[in-house]
């Protein structure tokens, strides 16, 4: 047997992607609530939207998501019938602390995670929590500028304190911010950042990111403090690159690459920054808030476990007129030993396997793999029913790899969780096109549809997967 008995399978989702009720319950807007579907998306995600204003006349994704927040029950069961040992969600700040800086929290929020753990634990699930995914009431953008004011640790703290004493006993596994190093590639979605006209932006994202170190620190220190048994990750959206071509200009342009993610976790899970991160800052003017406590409470507070999500393999070349492709929107040269998915993703397994070597080496921590999934254009029949035999196909590789990775290479890995297990909205594209469920969800583009789920073809493949612990693909 390859993988551990406790192995936590599973699957995952966040909150302003599945949840939708934006309004319902005493929920304050977030910034995900004023991105639209389609070309605009990437303007705003990008911290150059017009305004912070919810638009009036249309519904964005975010605010209907596949409405969880009335589904739950529905949908867990479903998960549960699966066999799901864990199941990743988030939770939308703006619920708990509508507008950030509250004085007090919302009741009617902290009940609502609470009775969604609850039922999570009816059928065995360990909840996997999210603290913030995307997520930014849009009131401490406005009032504060996102995570660039320092202020936003406090309340980041506050947030955590209420978390960790109100789910103590019904949450152990925690993650503090979602793809933490997306802060640099959508910095509104990352750190609730917009930008002026001419603005540093470079020293904002990465003053932001600083910001959120301290912050993750924080909650792994407040974590431990409340419950020992709490167990906290960091998260990273992950993919090794690799260099076009054995130049070692190419090589260099890879490592460079790499680094520029690595910096996050080589915070979170060694406790410092990086030496080529501090000259890197040195030579780009970059001028960050570090201070004594600062370095102290880093040190003193990594991670018990390092996450990541990873749905393809990256490449760089010294060269800037070689082509490029999508990749979960790090633009990344187009590896021509690969094929892609309809969005350009490239696909690649053993890539899976190299990510994780890497990560494991570097950081000698547990890996949790909480993101990895094929996102395709479903045809469902008149029943609902979808044959995703290309979904199976992506997993089941993605699958071996990452047993490879346990099996033969000795990596210690603590669980694996599908991407969107249920259809819910991309965050890339706003649209409900772009599916990666186990469960096909009745809803278009154009917000119809009756909501009502049902089982692909891959939903009785992942619950044989997970009752035979990966020895049946
Ligand atoms: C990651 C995000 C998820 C998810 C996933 C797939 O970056 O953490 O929120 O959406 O990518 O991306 P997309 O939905 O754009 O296909």
């Given at each position: 047997m390859s993988l551990p008995e406790n192995f936590l399978w599973g699957g995952a989702t966040a909150a302003n992607q599945?949840?939708?009720?934006?309004?319902?319950?005493g929920r304050g807007l977030a910034n995900v609530d004023i991105c639209p579907a389609g070309k605009d998306r990437f303007k705003v995600m990008l911290?150059?939207?017009?305004?912070?204003?919810?638009?009036?006349?249309h519904v964005y994704p975010a605010m209907e998501g596949i409405d969880f927040y009335h589904h739950y029950k529905e949908d867990i069961a479903l998960l549960g019938e699966m066999g799901f040992k864990t199941f990743r969600l988030s939770i939308a700040w703006s619920r708990i602390f509508p507008n950030g800086d509250d004085a007090e929290p919302n009741e009617a929020g902290l009940q609502f995670y609470e009775n969604v753990f609850k039922e999570c634990h009816k059928y065995g699930i360990e909840p996997l929590v999210t603290?913030?995914?995307?997520?930014?009431?849009i009131h401490l953008t406005k009032e504060?500028?996102?995570?660039?004011?320092?202020?936003l640790i406090e309340f980041y703290k506050k947030l955590v304190t209420v978390l960790f004493t109100r789910y103590k006993g019904l949450v152990k596994y925690w993650l503090?911010?979602?793809?933490?190093?997306?802060i640099l590639h959508l910095p509104f979605m990352g750190a609730g950042l917009v930008f002026k006209d001419g603005e540093n932006e470079i020293q904002a994202k990465y003053l932001a990111a600083h910001h959120e170190l301290v912050a993750s620190a924080e909650a792994t220190r407040i974590a431990h403090e409340i419950d020992p048994e709490n167990k906290v990750g960091c998260m990273l959206a992950a993919g090794q690159t690799y260099p076009y071509s054995c130049a070692p200009e190419d090589v260099w342009k890879a490592m460079g690459k790499d680094r520029e993610n690595y910096f996050f976790i080589d915070v979170q899970a060694r406790g410092e920054y990086p030496a080529y991160a501090k000259k890197f800052f040195e030579r780009e003017g970059i001028q960050l808030d570090i201070t004594e406590e600062d370095e102290k409470l880093l040190k003193e507070n990594t991670v018990d476990f390092v996450s990541f999500s990873y749905y393809s393999s990256r490449c760089a070349s010294a060269d800037a007129s070689v082509d490029t492709t999508d990749g979960n929107v790090f633009a990344t040269v187009k590896n021509p030993y690969l094929k892609a998915s309809e969005w350009g993703w490239q696909i690649d397994p053993l890539g899976l396997r190299i990510t994780m070597n890497a990560l494991y080496d570097r950081y000698q921590k547990p890996l949790f793999i909480v993101e990895n999934g094929l996102g395709a254009v479903d045809q469902p029949d008149e029943?609902?029913?979808?044959?995703?035999d290309y979904r199976i196909e992506y997993l089941k590789a993605h699958i071996l790899a990452m047993m490879d990775a346990v099996e033969i290479d000795g990596v210690e890995i603590m669980g694996y969780t599908s991407w969107g297990c249920i259809d819910l909205v991309s965050?890339?594209?706003?649209?409900?096109?772009k599916r990666y469920g186990f469960i096909y969800v009745d809803?278009?583009?154009?917000?119809?549809?009756?909501?009502r789920r049902t089982k692909k073809k891959s939903f009785d493949w992942y619950k044989t997967v997970i009752e035979t612990n990966g020895q049946c693909l």
């Open positions: 599945c949840e939708g009720a934006y309004n319902v319950d911290g150059h939207g017009e305004t912070l204003e919810p638009d009036t006349e603290i913030t995914h995307f997520d930014c009431p504060y500028g996102g995570w660039k004011n320092r202020k503090t911010f979602n793809e933490i190093n997306m029943n609902g029913y979808v044959e995703d965050a890339s594209t706003g649209e409900m096109k809803k278009d583009d154009n917000g119809k549809g009756t909501l």
